[in-house]
């Protein structure tokens, strides 16, 4: 899907904003899409490497059916080389490998398992796109939701075909969107796309929670912060679900020690102070930040102990116990049992 014949063997792929120009026998940035004969092909339809049950706090989705099930499913393969990544066994595979399944298989395994969606993760689910449109079809018809954990860099065409079936997504930020940072750390060109997909999804209506991987020394200024989390208020609303993710030794950059939790509080506070009123802080697991409160009265509406909800004091409706604001989360709370977990 979503590529064209240039006349000279060569194809050009409009799947994400690479937009790759692929000769005959090569393959695209992603390495998971390749020009055979002149026809470009997806390499990884059904080949996952990933399937297993999550809580949906670990896409992290706190505002969206908090306390569900999701089945999370990966392919290899991705179109971003961040230096950082925690997920770069499958994402930055040059082998293609995985265990073969039809969509309607992931279904019934998320249904067997009482998972409550799917959440397409761990690598970047735009590379593996038709897969992902095909499962979220037939899961939408047996009424589960569908999740994206995506890097926010696919093209508007696959996002309205797609958008139908798609009701959340966590768009991820590193280094707070910096161009010299996506350049130097990620090998992306341009960040500016990114910011084109959240305005798309949400005409579209798709749930959006945002996080920001803040890297100690190379990515956690607070001037860039700024930037971003005035563009989520004016752009996306001030009840957008905020998290800054705390950065810990992987792949490329072990070097780096773990973000100090004070560099993330000093972040949090920032981000408080420009204007958005659901901030959280990620990868540290017992900081009060992972818990929810009412941006009204202040109150904690919904006690989180990692991805487990361990107390809410919300109404049915998703409206403050104490005082009656209604907070901006889609879907009724749920309780996990703990051992689910662990
Ligand atoms: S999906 Fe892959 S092949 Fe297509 S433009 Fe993006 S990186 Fe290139």
Request: with cysteine; charged share 20%.
């Amino acid at each position: 899907m979503f590529w064209e014949a240039v006349g000279d063997g060569r194809v050009r792929c409009f799947l994400c904003y690479r937009r790759c120009l692929i000769p005959e026998g090569k393959k695209g940035f992603c390495n998971v899409r390749q020009n055979i004969e002149g026809k470009l092909y997806t390499l990884v339809y059904g080949l996952l490497t990933a399937v297993n049950v999550d809580p949906i706090e670990k896409k992290p989705l706190f505002h969206f059916h908090p306390g569900s099930n999701v089945l999370s499913i990966s392919t290899v393969g991705c179109n971003f080389h961040c230096m950082f990544c925690q997920n770069w066994n499958i994402s930055q595979q040059r082998n293609v490998f995985g265990r073969e399944y039809k969509p309607e298989e992931i279904v019934s395994v998320a249904l067997e398992n009482g998972a409550d969606g799917i959440s397409y993760t761990y690598n970047e689910p735009t590379i593996f796109f038709e897969f992902a449109y095909d499962t979220a079809k037939i899961a939408k018809r047996k009424k589960l939701f569908n999740t994206f954990v995506t890097n926010g860099y696919m093209m508007p065409e696959p996002l309205k075909a797609i958008a139908p079936y798609l009701d959340a997504a966590t768009v991820d930020f590193k280094g707070s969107g910096n161009l010299n940072f996506h350049r130097k750390y990620m090998s992306v060109p341009d960040a500016s796309p990114i910011f084109e997909t959240l305005i798309e999804m949400k005409e579209r209506g798709v749930f959006i929670e945002i996080t920001d991987l803040i890297v100690p020394q190379y990515g956690d200024n607070l001037a860039d912060l700024e930037k971003l989390v005035k563009w989520i208020n004016e752009n996306l609303g001030s009840e957008t679900p905020f998290h800054l993710l705390r950065f810990y030794p992987h792949y490329l950059l072990q070097d780096l020690p773990s973000t100090p939790v004070k560099t993330l509080e000093k972040a949090a506070e920032k981000a408080a102070e420009t204007g958005l009123r659901h901030v959280y802080i990620g990868n540290v697991p017992g900081h009060k930040l992972e818990n929810t409160f009412c941006p009204h009265c202040g109150v904690k509406v919904i006690s989180r102990d990692g991805f487990y909800i361990s107390g809410t004091n919300l109404s049915n409706s998703n409206k403050c116990g104490n005082c009656g604001y209604k907070l901006n989360i889609e879907g009724n709370v749920k309780r996990r049992n703990r051992f689910y977990l662990f």
